[in-house]
């Protein structure tokens, strides 16, 4: 299978990358700001900027049967501190650049027997948390997005997204730079520890491949319990 994952340079993304290519997939990866040199005949990254009003994805193969978009921010401020500049460069980055990306792998997308597409939501569009106002604004967007093009795709190409909690990545390191903060935020949880990219990229996987044949338009929270146990 051959599969495209924005964001592949870090975090989630990284992972993803990582375990794909190790089963045997012929992965494609993209980094921005943390430029990745190693290559391999089924791992290969490449430059993009998904804010850039073209991009150039001539590296792609004629056929996708995949594309993950993993590129997010986390910014959690009171909501009358944040700027309506600063939401709309959440939109832009989440959704955005989601969209672009896949309007133009959509007809590689239709060549492949099984496609498949997975984008990154949060708890927090579900669940109201303090502070979230940005992130589940334009995650939210991204939710109905998920919807949408589940039912115009149908049943050619498949759309969900997972939903997580906290992560450990690099985008959540502010949150979790001490072990007071790794040690309160793993408690807000019944299953009493944070994610991890390995939690993330196993759910991921499960949505891109065979085994959800019949699985679309849905968000699937991967939260370790956060959302609906108290």
């Known amino acids: 299978m051959q599969y495209l994952i924005i964001g592949a340079s870090s975090g989630i993304g990284y992972t993803l990358a990582q375990q794909l290519s190790a ?76 969209i672009q990306i896949l309007q133009k792998v959509m007809p590689l997308l239709k060549k492949s027997e099984s496609a498949s597409i997975v984008l990154v939501s949060t708890l927090a569009v579900q669940t109201g948390l ?14 109905g997005l998920v919807r949408a093009l589940a039912a115009e795709y149908a049943p050619k190409i498949r759309v969900n997204a997972i939903a997580p909690s906290l992560t450990d990545t690099p985008l959540a390191a502010s949150l979790l730079n001490t072990d007071q903060k790794r040690e309160a935020n793993a408690l807000r949880h019944p299953l009493k520890r944070i994610g ?15 085994q959800s044949a019949w699985v679309t338009g849905q968000i699937l929270a991967i939260d370790g319990g956060m959302g609906t146990i108290r």
């Open 196 to 210: 991890t990219s390995e939690d993330m990229s196993e759910a991921i996987q499960f949505l891109l491949g065979t």
């Open 130 to 143: 303090t502070f979230h106002s940005q992130v589940a604004s334009s995650k939210g967007a991204i939710e």
């Open 23 to 98: 089963k045997g997939n012929k992965v494609y990866g993209t980094y921005n700001q943390h430029p990745i040199t190693e290559q391999s005949d089924l791992l290969s990254y490449h430059p993009l900027n998904v804010l850039d009003a073209e991009q150039d994805l001539s590296f792609l193969p004629e056929v996708l049967d995949g594309v993950v978009y993993c590129v997010g921010a986390i910014q959690l401020r009171p909501f009358e501190r944040i700027k309506a500049e600063d939401f709309l460069n959440d939109y832009r980055l989440q959704v955005l650049g989601a």
